[in-house]
């Protein structure tokens, strides 16, 4: 396991693999992570992403209707862990694809696919102990769980308990999406989670330009962007694609000017 961020703010980037084609999710991926994302999270299919906005459900309708599967999203994990042996890789996944691959399968072809954590979107704290994340942490995995503003105080500190890699703060309750703002209480609940962890907090959901990213760098440990980068690939032929996605990122932490 080797989730990392090499400066502050880290950068997370999900991409939907399949959309618009594997092919073009691999050349994504990697200008992605010569751009500057430390992490990327690789969005698993799934016909009812009902925790995703329209923006990243578009995208998911689409890898579906391509037949992109969990085989897929694994195939390509360990392609990039070859290519670019230096990049966190984690698998973003409802829980339902990987219950019916099989979650002892699951585990141990990822964790030979080089994968560093999963993210099951969908997937309570609760419904999480035991099977689940016994299977993790015997594949050397890191299980990542999403902390709310709603959480309570209890709450949060069973999440960063269990929680390896980083633990993923949502901004704001509801579906993903970008947003012009960050919502006012993120500061609020990333400051909750520092009593009960050490580990780095990613913030996302609605994170999108970088304005944004650097106010959460006051505070945060790393940037997770989604819908902003999905939705650019949306209206991007597919062979400009990878160079686009490429200067967004570069976009999101410009280099401090040397006086």
């Known amino acids: 396991m080797s989730i990392h961020f090499s400066r ?22 990697l200008a992605a992570i010569d751009a500057g994302a430390d992490v990327l999270e690789l969005g698993v299919p799934f016909s009812d992403p009902l925790a995703d906005g329209p923006v990243i459900e578009r995208a998911s309708h689409r890898a579906v209707a391509n037949g992109t599967t969990l085989a897929d999203v694994l195939a390509l994990a360990k392609e990039l862990r070859i290519a670019r042996a230096q990049a966190g890789l984690v698998i973003f996944s409802y829980l339902n694809p990987i219950l019916r691959y099989g979650l002892a399968r ?12 999963v993210l099951a979107i969908d997937l309570t704290l609760e419904e999480a102990e035991g099977r689940y994340l016994d299977a993790m942490r015997a594949a050397g995995m890191a299980p990542i769980f999403l902390a709310a503003p709603t959480s309570t105080d209890d709450r949060l500190r069973r999440i960063a308990a269990v929680s390896q890699g980083f633990v993923y703060a949502i901004s704001r309750v509801g579906i993903t999406g970008a947003q012009q703002t960050l919502a ?5 609940l990333v400051d909750r989670l520092r009593g009960y962890t050490k580990l780095p907090i990613a913030l996302g959901f609605g994170v999108s330009n970088a304005s944004q990213v650097a ?13 902003a980068i999905v939705g650019l690939i949306e209206k991007t032929p597919p062979r400009d694609a990878p160079a686009a996605v490429a200067q967004f990122i570069e976009g999101l932490r410009p280099v401090p000017t040397v006086r």
């Open 8 to 29: 502050r703010p880290g950068l997370v980037v999900y991409l939907t693999v399949g959309d618009p084609d594997l092919a073009t999710t691999r050349a994504i991926a």
């Open 106 to 117: 699951f585990t141990a072809e990822a964790r030979d696919a080089g994968v560093d954590g």
């Open 184 to 188: 006012s209480d993120a500061r609020s």
């Open 215 to 227: 106010a959460l760098g006051e505070f945060a440990d790393a940037a997770v962007v989604g819908s």
